[in-house]
């Protein structure tokens, strides 16, 4: 009979929304960008509509878009924060929506917090590639004082103390800049200081990956097939390289599978198990043979 569903007007009697919202830090991300398609693949089978925003890692724009989300009426909202700060806004808000915190853990026992395994993550992929290299190497880190990358720093230091590395933390490098141009910088600035391109290095995301490549390319026309790479995040376009690779894949299904279920779980249950959920990571070793 050509009759169209009023939305809003459904929402108001029925007191829901039948709307997600989620926050990520960077869209452009592949681990971001496939955490989000198996969120939105979980919702459309619950006929609930994912909205997401980017943050790009910038607390105003991420208090925008908790904001914005919120005034629509949400029923449900799954933030990655860029910063501690965003948690007396949430909690504000506690009441009207179901929040779940996911990626970074500020140590709030105020939400479900579902992350990676981060530490464990970084003493695997260290430890193979200290018995792979036989030498110690560089870790080249952006964004350090979020929580996730605190656990790859943490297991990368565990793993050196464990293998006999004396001073770990010498071997850090920190990017004053996000994502690509800190790779670029990083690796700009290792090439100096050791008078050449490195045996082994590893990074603490795929962003900073290609930056540092890049970078080498720049330098050298090309990348030395004999360098030991390791990187956090996975990406089938790392099968290209001829080097030596070390990987860590998150379970990005697995993570929204506990995102979603503690999303919809009753207020009574989500109060009752405020703990973290953590996710193991897989490592994928490329080219070794």
């Known amino acids: 009979h050509g009759y169209s569903l009023n939305h809003a007007a459904r ?4 007191k829901r929304s039948d709307t997600i919202g989620f926050v990520v830090p960077d869209l452009s991300n592949a ?8 969120l939105e693949a979980l919702c459309r089978k619950r006929n609930l509509l994912l909205l997401t925003v980017a943050s790009h890692e910038d607390p105003e724009l ?12 949400v029923d449900g909202l799954v933030v990655a924060p860029c910063q501690k700060a965003s948690l007396p806004q949430l909690i504000s808000n506690k009441a009207r929506a179901s929040i779940v915190m996911f990626d970074r853990d500020y140590g709030s ?4 917090t579902v992350v990676s395994d981060n530490f464990q993550g970084g003493v695997e992929m260290t430890r193979r590639m200290l018995e792979t290299a036989g030498a110690p190497f560089h870790f080249l880190c952006e964004l ?32 004053v800049e996000g994502t690509l ?7 700009r600035a290792l090439i100096t200081e050791l008078k050449g391109a490195p045996k082994a290095f590893m990074c603490s995301s795929l962003l900073v990956l290609e930056g540092a490549l890049q970078e080498l390319r720049e330098q050298f026309g090309g990348i030395d097939k004999d360098i030991l790479i390791g990187t956090f995040d996975d990406h089938t376009m790392l099968d290209l390289l001829p080097n030596r690779v070390f990987s860590i894949k998150q379970n990005e299904v697995a993570l929204a599978a506990r995102v979603f279920e503690r999303l ?14 953590v ?3 897989e490592l994928i070793c490329r080219n070794l043979s």
Not at 11 to 14: F, P, Q
Not at 31 to 38: G, I, K, V
């Open 11 to 14: 929402s108001l009697k029925l």
């Open 31 to 38: 681990y971001f960008s496939r955490l989000m398609a198996a």
């Open 62 to 73: 991420e208090n925008r878009a908790v904001t914005s989300l919120l005034a629509r009426g």
């Open 109 to 112: 026992a105020q939400f479900p």
């Open 144 to 175: 350090a004082e979020l929580p996730s990358i605190q656990g790859r720093i943490q297991g990368f230091l565990s793993a050196c103390q464990a293998s006999g590395v004396p001073d770990g933390e010498a071997l850090l490098r920190f990017g």
């Open 181 to 187: 141009s800190a790779g670029q910088q990083m690796m």
């Open 264 to 277: 919809i779980e009753p207020a009574s249950e989500r109060n009752r198990h405020n703990q973290n959920d």
């Open 279 to 281: 996710v193991p990571s």
